[in-house]
């Protein structure tokens, strides 16, 4: 059993204001069929990039395997030869594959043959927006989140459930801390309110309407007035305290952004036509006197 060690990784692209990745830590074990999860963007095709020593970085790289990389494969001829093919794009045993997405242009048979290959190859990091792939090929995942980074053994699906758990419970946690929020600044105002109006009787007192406020009534109200002040500042306290927790929750929760579309009227009405339309490769006929029509609408 080997392992890639990282520690410290930090890189950004020349010019970027933002890094990819900033003091990212993991231990990976090589014997793991790890499946590599993000949305476009978050870095997956750059993070393979620099375990090949591609780019420069900050941090540190240990490896023990040789590594190879496969980008998709663009294969559009027969079910034999796409065997052929992926057979020697995984040929090659006691090298750790990056594999980055790879089922990009591959029909249900090629996908097919390209599973049976990962379930039996020990050792990959793979790159695919193709969940059923994912969950049928991989035991590990690493995640690329929001915030963070997670290695959790499993396939997607079981790491999906989990996530979706976790999301419910920050959000229930979110719910009840901005509650408890709204309470304590109600609490800590009365407590101020009520301090203050102690305050002004122990200070501006009259005497010709208050003649018997001697000086331990006025010692009672100090020691009232210096507690309704503690129980604000503990109040204020325990706000704080509650707004630290709610600020660590939802932190890794992906909110889509509402997408408008505004479409514009066309002046045509029928946008495709297609009449005895025949579709050939080599010598085999796909489509044959084919008919279509796509209109405004």
Known sequence: MSQIQISGLTFAYEGSYDNIFENVSLCLDTDWKLGFIGRNGKGKSTFLKLLLREYEYEGKIRTSVPMEYFPYTDVTADGERVKVQLALLFSEEGKFLLIDEPTNHLDVEAREVLCG??????????????????????????????????????????????????????????????????????????????????????????KRKENNYFIGTRAYIGEKSRRMQMRRKNLQKRQEKAIEEKEKLLKNLEEPSVLKMMPLTHHKEVYVRAQNLRLVYGNHTVIDDFQMELRRG
């Open 117 to 206: 290959y990962l379930k039996r190859k020990k050792g990959f990091i793979l790159v695919s927006h193709d969940r059923s792939v994912l969950d049928a090929c991989v035991d590990h995942v690493l995640v690329l989140e929001r915030n963070q980074i997670v290695v959790e053994q499993g396939n997607f699906s079981s790491w999906w459930e989990n996530k979706q758990r976790r999301d419910h419970f920050e959000r229930t946690e979110q719910e009840k801390n901005k509650r408890e929020i709204r309470r304590l600044k109600e609490a800590a105002r009365q407590a101020g309110d009520w301090a203050n109006q102690v305050e002004k009787s122990k200070i501006g007192y009259d």
